[in-house]
């Protein structure tokens, strides 16, 4: 007899089953033996660093001028465009003239009646003294004849009355002269006065510079007590690049404060178009009080700007010397590991082993940072593949074209003298707590790695 089909293959798979060893009898494969893991490490080197700090400033002209008419009158001439340059004492409006050379023509007109005033009065002085004169020989060849009755008193009392009436015609006379005289001064004031208000018909820049937009057009009425200047004219060569910088750069500031050579480099911000554009500027200006708020003072440096690169109101930045780190400890910024709060790097110890190492981390410019703490000169730092490290474990120690992590050949390294420091927070003290950028052999600039075990 012949068992059904679905009793065969159940009877089967019992089978198999039975066949078949328990699960926890069965052994997990073996796994390979690691071996040490493929790290690229350089040597720490040591250097004279100098620490530059650098501030964001503004550029300002050294004397704008604000033109605002000193007469009132209808404009009737513009000799410049809106931007132009103009040099010192070039005629930019002129102001109808008609009115005030009327006024001068008036104020000389009324010096010469003055002065023929005086000439008048100067011969009726002339005329009163030979009446004084007269009057006086008179009442005195009279006087003695009282004595023998030759002359009545009463003619002597006459006599006298018109020498003293004669006397008074002479002070009134000489008075009219001084009169006639201050008429003549008024005159010449009068002209004086005159002649400046013509002469401000013609406004003149006071210095060499560029204009701005003029706010009055031929034809306006301008008027002295106007809201806003006509034009201003700001001088572009030199500039001042005003900044504020800490209280606690103060020394290095004053030490270079009235010397002759530059001291500070001014240079358009990082990503502005053109920032190749470079000067060097020397102080001219501290202020003398510190904000207590913010413990900044205002500093002026003054900068050469003959080809008119910049404007006043440019944003720049003014990097100057702050001190100089003698045989500072510099690692390439790819060696660094960013973690939480610190940042680490990893040493190859003697061993052929791995350790992990907190560090403080100093100014640093392009590819290498300063060491402050941590870490001394000669000792090597793992620069690629610190991604397969953890503390103890051994490495072998490859050079840059045959590291596998990567493909490609570890950068050259090339130490710098000069290192930047951006305002107070990349000093050494505080350089660990900023990010920090690094550039890979592909040219990329990526973030360090938040920890050990991040991309290197």
């Known amino acids: 007899m012949k068992c059904p089909a679905p009793l065969l293959r159940t009877a089967a798979a019992a089978a198999l089953l039975l066949a078949m060893p328990p699960a926890c009898d069965r052994k997990p494969p073996s796994k390979p033996p690691e071996g040490p893991a493929t ?11 100098a620490v530059r700090r650098t501030y964001p400033g503004t550029t300002l002209s050294t ?5 605002v008419p000193r007469v009132e009158g209808w404009l009737v001439e ?17 102001i109808d003239p008609a009115p005030f050379q009327a006024s001068l023509d008036a104020a000389e007109a009324r010096l010469d009646t003055s002065r023929a005033d005086v000439a008048v009065a100067r011969s009726e002085v002339g005329v009163a003294e030979a009446r004084l004169d007269n009057a006086r020989q008179e009442y005195e060849r009279n006087r003695p004849l009282l004595e023998s009755d030759a002359v009545s008193e009463e003619k002597l009392e006459r006599l006298e009355a018109e020498y003293r009436a004669a006397q008074a015609q002479v002070e009134a006379a000489k008075a009219q002269i001084g009169s006639a005289e201050a008429a003549v001064e008024a005159a010449k004031a009068d002209i004086e006065i005159a002649k400046l208000d013509l002469s401000y018909c013609t406004i003149r820049s006071p210095v060499a510079g560029r204009t701005s937009a003029t706010s009055q057009y031929v034809g306006d009425l301008v008027r002295t007590m106007a809201p806003e200047p006509l034009v201003t004219v700001k001088p572009n060569d030199p500039l001042w690049v005003a900044f504020a910088a800490v209280s606690s750069d103060l020394p290095a500031l004053r030490s270079q404060l009235g010397r002759n050579e530059p001291g500070v480099e001014i240079s358009l911000p990082e990503g502005d178009t053109g920032n190749a554009w470079t000067r060097t500027g020397r102080i001219v200006f501290i202020d003398n009080t510190v904000e207590p708020g913010t413990a900044m003072v205002d500093v002026r440096v003054e900068i050469s700007n003959r080809d008119g690169h910049l404007l006043p109101g440019t944003y720049v930045d003014a990097a100057f010397q702050q001190t100089m780190l003698e045989d500072a400890v510099l690692v390439p910024l790819e060696a660094v590991v960013r973690q939480a709060a610190s940042s680490v790097v990893w040493v190859v110890e003697d061993d052929s082993t791995a350790k992990m190492r907190t ?32 503390d103890g474990v051994r490495i072998e120690v490859l050079e840059p074209g045959r590291f596998s992590g990567s493909g490609a050949a570890a950068p050259s390294r090339k130490v710098d003298s000069k290192v930047d420091s951006k305002d107070a927070s990349e000093t050494s003290s505080s350089g660990a707590d900023e990010p920090t950028k690094r550039t890979t052999a592909a040219g990329h600039r990526d973030a360090l790695s938040e920890g050990p075990g991040g991309t290197a």
């Open 63 to 67: 004397s704008p001028v604000s033109i």
């Open 359 to 390: 560090v403080q981390l100093g100014p640093h410019r392009d590819k290498d940072v300063v060491v402050t703490t941590g870490l001394s000169a000669g000792e090597r730092v793992v620069v690629q593949g610190q991604a397969k490290l953890r």
């Open 78 to 94: 513009r000799n410049f465009a809106d931007g132009d340059l103009v040099e010192a004492g070039q005629v930019l409006y002129r």
């Open 39 to 49: 790290v690229v490490a350089v040597a720490a080197t040591t250097a004279d660093v």
